[in-house]
Every structure is written in C-alpha cells, then in structure tokens.
C-alpha cells in the first residue's frame, strides 16, 4: 500500500537534546511538507520542499531544520533552539500540482520535551 | 495571516441529524479543501473545490464556496458515529506552494 510513514509515533527528550522525525513516502510524490499542531490550533507549516535538495522555510522554522537527500525522504529536527518543542509533528506529501493535489499525511509523531 | 477560521469551534448532533461547518478566509484563494482528522492521527483529505465552483458534493459531503463572502461550508448528512472527528477547511492562494489551515470544528455524532 502507498502512503506515508512517520516514526517513531511517541518520542520523549530531555531538553537541550536535537532530535530527528522521520518520514517516508512511496507515492512518488514530489512535494514534502512538516506541520506542527498544537491542542485547540490548526497547523502551522514548518518547512516544505517541492523537489529534491530544496526546501523553503514555512511560517514556524526557527528552531528546526530539514534535508531532502532523497525524494522519498523529508526528515525533520528539532534542534534545541526551539523554545516549545512538545507538540504534535505531521508529515505530508502532495504530487506537486498545486491547483489541484491534495495533502496525504502521515499518523504524525507526538514529541514531549521535559 | 491567510490562515482560516472555522466555526463552529465544536458541535454536537444525534445520529442521522445533519451537520454544517463553515469557514472564512482573508485573501483570494485558488482552491479550498476539506480535511478529516480523527484523535491522535493524521488528516485525511475530503474534498477539493476550486475558485470558480460554487458546490462540489462527494457521497454525503457537501461543499460550497462563496469567493465574494470569502467563506465556505462543508455540510454532512445523514450523520453517523463515525463522523466523529475534527474537521479543518485549508485555501492555497494563486502562485503559493503550501496551504493554510484554519483551527477546525470538532464535530461528536451521539448514537
């Protein structure tokens, strides 16, 4: 079945510590992108890439970086300058045709920070 | 912010009741859709309506947009249990790569 994955689904650190989400997709997609929910908020983008080595900031990147090594590839880390780390990760993909793709997400990974 | 707002935050109906979920948005839009998330997973895309439809309907999904009001609305009928889940409304603009989500409706179907 295609689709995406994210792991792991819980991830605790301790604060100070960078930490790595991972996320795969086998639709073939070409676009990627990382959102971060909050309890009550809707998402918010952190980063986006429409094709292989390169990627844009979204309206929340500081604190986060991401790679596009591989288009099947987006990882995401949360670097230990994010101020508010613990929150809800949701990856998606979309074929790249703007006017008309959808997003297909992943089941997302809940990161706790203490 | 281009983001949208849904309203209402949170609505309760009986099975087989009807609900109506609406969302507004600031700026000029090329298409709008509707997304499903149940708790503690990702969302599940709906429905798509572009800038120069006005009703869309998919199953027991129905969708309209009103570009001069800047608002739409997702309607569902014949409501089951199963519904239960929250309901987002996101619009990309012309020209942009990402969508914008609004804050959802949680919707609770009562069997």
């Known amino acids: 079945d295609g689709g995406i994955t994210q792991s792991p689904k819980y991830l605790f650190r301790k604060e100070g510590q960078n930490v790595t989400l991972s996320c795969e997709q086998n639709l073939n997609h070409d676009a990627m992108y990382w959102y971060r929910q909050d309890p009550g908020q ?11 080595n390169d990627f844009q900031k979204g309206d929340i990147a500081e604190g986060y970086s991401v790679s596009r090594e591989k288009k099947e590839s987006f990882p995401l880390t949360v670097t230990s300058a994010q101020k508010n780390p613990t929150a809800f990760y949701l990856c998606a993909s979309s074929t790249g045709d703007r006017d008309v793709s959808p997003l297909h997400f992943g089941n997302g990974t809940r990161l706790t920070v203490t | 912010s281009q983001q949208g707002e849904e309203d209402p935050q949170a609505l309760s109906i009986q099975e087989g009741e009807n609900a109506t979920m609406n969302c507004s948005y600031k700026t000029s839009i090329n298409n709008l859709q509707w997304y499903r998330q149940n708790s503690g997973r990702g969302l599940v895309h709906l429905i798509l309506i572009r800038s120069n439809e006005r009703e869309k309907h998919s199953g027991r999904l129905r969708v309209t947009l009103d570009t001069s009001k800047k608002s739409s609305s997702l309607l569902i009928t014949a409501s089951r249990a199963a519904d239960t889940a929250s309901y987002f409304c996101a619009t990309r603009m012309n020209g942009a790569n990402n969508l914008f989500f609004g804050t959802g409706t949680r919707l609770t179907v009562i069997p």
């Open chain 1, 42 to 52: 809707g998402l918010r983008l952190i980063y986006y890439s429409q094709i292989v």
